[in-house]
């Protein structure tokens, strides 16, 4: 199963190399990420240039798509061009979205009526958009999550890989990468996230259908 880690210019390297970090500690078992960038080259908020793995273009492929955050967020949303190449489909993909991100899929008509998690920065042009923010670090229902504050993008990985591989192959990512000491109750706080972010109605394990 391929993840498409959606990274614009300006983006957070927090957000974007957690994810993709914690998702490709599971390539061994078929789950992958690769950082997804609208031109071949992007640079994060400070000055980090990053070449894409994946063009914009691989969402439609993507059978998860996590949408990164940055500094330049409400530029991203109000550039109808960009935007039209998203075109995402909650019902056959898992949709993600990290602080800023959820701009984005508030613009493109993903959360509805779904209330939302985001950073403190972002959350004014968020409600802005009519969604409900959250004060939490993570929600999902059904098909689409978001989350709010840099570290948790280890929650928006684990709800990937919970999704996709299941429930132990999360915890044991999270346990790897937990600091030394810490381990249970860096996998605790996570599971606890995702299961106090969680509306359960219609979910179900998300297999590959390419």
């Not at 793995?53 to 691989?58: A, G, H, I, S």
């Not at 132990?168 to 249970?184: F, K, M, Q, S, T």
Request: with cysteine.
């Amino acid at each position: 199963m391929q993840v498409a880690v959606v990274t614009f210019d300006g983006f957070n390297e927090l957000d974007s190399f957690i994810a993709s970090a914690l998702i490709n500690r599971c390539r061994k078992d078929g789950l992958e990420a690769f950082i997804t960038t609208p031109t071949p080259v992007v640079a994060s908020m400070n000055g980090v240039e990053v070449t894409g793995q994946r063009p914009l273009e691989f969402v439609t492929e993507a059978d998860v798509v996590l949408i990164g955050s940055g500094v330049k967020a409400r530029e991203v949303v109000a550039d109808d061009r960009l935007l039209s190449r998203l075109p995402l489909d909650p019902s056959r993909q898992l949709i993600g979205a990290q602080c800023s991100g959820a701009l984005v899929l508030a613009r493109l008509g993903l959360l509805d009526t779904m209330p939302a998690c985001t950073d403190i920065k972002s959350r004014p042009y968020v409600e802005a958009c009519d969604v409900t923010v959250l004060d939490a670090p993570f929600h999902a229902e059904g098909n689409i999550a978001t989350a709010g504050g840099c570290l948790s993008s280890q929650y928006l990985a684990a709800w990937v890989i919970t999704r996709t591989l299941g429930e132990a192959a999360a915890r044991e990512v999270i346990d790897y990468v937990a600091p030394v000491g810490e381990n249970r109750e860096t996998v605790e706080r996570a599971m606890r996230a995702l299961s106090g972010g969680l509306v359960t109605a219609g979910q179900g394990r998300i297999r590959s259908t390419l």
